[in-house]
């Protein structure tokens, strides 16, 4: 029996969660569908977005790349998906190309041929034999707004309004309020369907205020995530970025229930050693209706990543439950 899963984020935190989904597809008989933010205004993606207008590629292309196929050809595909040209010596910085992955340009390259950009998305994911479907959160660019009290570390007691999803990722100081602009974004109708026709839906990891919590913001896209029949799965992060700096583990999922207060969770997944002591966290987790699940699921070496093999073996006994 096919179970249906739609994951949702943005980014790295993203692209660890399919890469991980990837690996249970054969025992548990997965059909995979991410959905996308599309709020990135930095880098290549927000010169792109700023020069060419669309959706901005990066995260998009990411997610298309953790699905990719094992074939040697479409691994070549991915890999050319991921090169990043660099600065030629001698051209300096008004080299148009430097900086952009091949990717986003291909992306970019499809959305305008196409004039629609999951037909895009669709496409591109043919070219890498991707094993799961990809889907922005809306056909169309959002802004990301918060109030962050502390931006300035010279004056604490100060709230200001930062814009745009790099400067929120970076900044300092404590997020008070999160917007999307336009305020109500349309969501994209194909998430919404999927969404509804879904078995699981799965949030995290990834950057909290700017590619986890956007999806609630969506009006029609958080509709139909409160009204789905899915059940849901919350996985933490292993450690605070900036952005969430000051924020414990029971906080983040504070904030779910913050921007969705209807929202129910069914599980909640976190490594033990990045939780420390449970008991908070399983509060948090009770209160919107979830068990915590503790698992080890970071690499070996240390640092603050998901291990893809480790989290997929965490998942199956979660996603195989009462099938």
């Given amino acids: 029996m096919t179970t249906r899963v739609v994951a949702f984020g943005g980014g790295h935190g993203l692209s660890a969660s399919l890469r991980a989904l990837r690996r249970c597809a054969p025992e548990l008989d997965l ?16 010169r792109l977005r700023a020069e060419r207008g669309g959706l901005p590629p990066g995260d998009l292309r990411q997610a298309l790349v953790a699905l990719a ?10 890999g050319l ?11 300096g910085p008004g080299d148009g190309l430097a900086g952009h992955a091949v990717g ?12 629609d950009p999951v037909a895009a998305l669709e496409h591109a994911g043919a070219m890498l034999g991707s094993v799961g479907r990809v889907l922005p959160m809306s056909c169309q660019p959002v802004g990301i707004e918060a109030r962050v009290r502390g931006a300035d570390p010279d004056r604490p007691d100060d709230v200001r309004t930062l814009t ?24 994209c109708p194909e998430a919404v369907e999927a969404i509804g ?20 913001l969506v009006p029609r896209l958080a509709d139909a995530i409160v009204s789905s029949p899915a059940r849901r799965l919350v996985t933490l ?12 583990v029971a906080d983040h999922l504070a904030a779910l229930r913050w921007y969705l207060p209807e929202l129910k969770v069914d599980h909640v997944l976190a490594d033990a050693k990045a939780v420390g002591d449970p008991e908070p966290v399983e509060r948090a987790a009770e ?37």
């Fill in 31 to 46: 059909e995979i569908t991410a959905v996308v933010t599309v709020g990135d205004d930095g880098g290549s993606s927000g």
């Fill in 104 to 115: 986003n340009l291909v992306l970019v390259g499809l959305m305008e041929l196409l004039g």
């Fill in 237 to 248: 992060n292993l450690a605070a970025e900036k952005e969430t700096l000051g924020l414990s």
């Fill in 81 to 91: 998906f991921q090169h990043r040209f660099t600065e030629v010596p001698g051209v």
């Fill in 69 to 78: 196929g094992d074939h040697p050809a479409t691994r070549r595909s991915a």
């Fill in 287 to 323: 209160s919107l209706g979830a068990r915590l699940v503790l698992a080890p699921v970071a690499v070996t070496d240390g640092t603050p990543r998901h291990d893809p093999a480790a989290l997929g073996a965490a998942l199956v006994p979660v996603l195989g439950a009462d099938r």
């Fill in 197 to 216: 026709a879904a078995d699981w839906l799965i949030f995290g990891p990834g950057s909290w205020y700017t590619s986890v919590l956007p999806h609630l």
């Fill in 164 to 187: 745009g999803q790099h400067q929120v990722a970076v900044a300092t100081g404590r997020v008070e309020a999160l917007r999307l602009t336009p305020g109500e974004p349309e969501a």
